[in-house]
Nanobody, 124 residues
Framework: QVQLVESGGGLVQAGGSLRLSCAAS????????MGWFRQAPGKEREFVAA????????YYADSVKGRFTVSRDNARATVYLQMSSLKPEDTAVYYC?????????????????WGQGTQVTVSS
């Protein structure tokens, strides 16, 4: 079992930045990949970013590439999502997710455990 707790969401103006954190407990953090997804009202949950267990491999959705950075600190059992140049269309509930595998995936089905989500609102 893995428990995930996100934090760092909030209200920010367009062009601003936020850093989301996701603290994990349970299984050995360095053994599994992590992902970030988001869900806007009335829309499907979509992939944002993912990182392999070691942090060597990262993946991004085209919509956030160049603006968001995913990283992890295995000693602190925490994964981060640094979001810059935020746009109103980035407004959503952001979820972190833990895989059972070491390699990262862009698919929701690639993740077994999910956090409760944190709201990010970008005003224009």
């Amino acid at each position: 079992q893995v428990q995930l707790v996100e934090s760092g969401g909030g209200l920010v103006q367009a062009g601003g930045s936020l850093r989301l954190s996701c603290a994990a407990s349970g299984r050995t953090f360095s053994s599994y990949a992590m992902g970030w997804f988001r869900q806007a009202p009335g829309k499907e949950r979509e992939f944002v970013a993912a990182i392999s267990n070691s942090g060597a491999d990262t993946y991004y959705a085209d919509s956030v590439k160049g603006r968001f950075t995913v990283s992890r600190d295995n000693a602190r059992a925490t994964v981060y999502l640094q979001m810059s140049s935020l746009k109103p269309e980035d407004t959503a509930v952001y979820y972190c997710a833990a895989s059972l595998l070491s390699s990262a995936s862009k698919l929701k089905s690639g993740y077994r455990y999910w956090g409760q989500g944190t709201q990010v609102t970008v005003s224009s």
